[in-house]
């Protein structure tokens, strides 16, 4: 069985850091893109960072330049360095793996970002 455990969440300042990690267990293979994903009360969840196999990355304009996402395919982990945060950061955020027979969720943990 698959499981993706996220952590690295927390209450943060305006302007501070966290890194967020995401660690798949279980039968996962032939892995060619993860991501992570947000989701604000009351908004949908949206794709903000995205990393391929071959280390190609993309990412939402929101984050783009604040955010770094990093993966290693062989240790099965995606993580989400997060810097100069601001209150419309906060949100659960996700990790998804994907591989050529399916797609991986994790639990989800909360950022918050207030003073």
């Known amino acids: 069985q698959v499981q993706l455990v996220e952590s690295g969440g927390g209450l943060v300042q305006p302007g501070g850091s966290l890194r967020l990690s995401c660690a798949a267990s279980?039968?996962?293979?032939?892995?060619?893109?993860m991501r992570w994903y947000r989701q604000a009360p009351g908004k949908e969840r949206e794709l903000i960072a995205g990393?391929?196999?071959?280390?190609?990355?993309n990412y939402a304009d929101s984050v783009k330049g604040r955010f770094t996402i990093s993966g290693d395919n062989a240790k099965k982990q995606v993580n989400l360095q997060m810097n100069s945060l601001k209150p419309e950061d906060t949100a659960v955020y996700y990790c998804?793996?994907?591989?050529?027979?399916?797609?991986?969720w994790g639990q989800g943990t909360q950022v918050t970002v207030s003073s």
């Open positions: 279980g039968n996962i293979f032939n892995i060619y893109y």
């Open positions: 990393i391929t196999s071959g280390g190609n990355t």
């Open positions: 998804n793996i994907a591989t050529i027979t399916g797609g991986y």
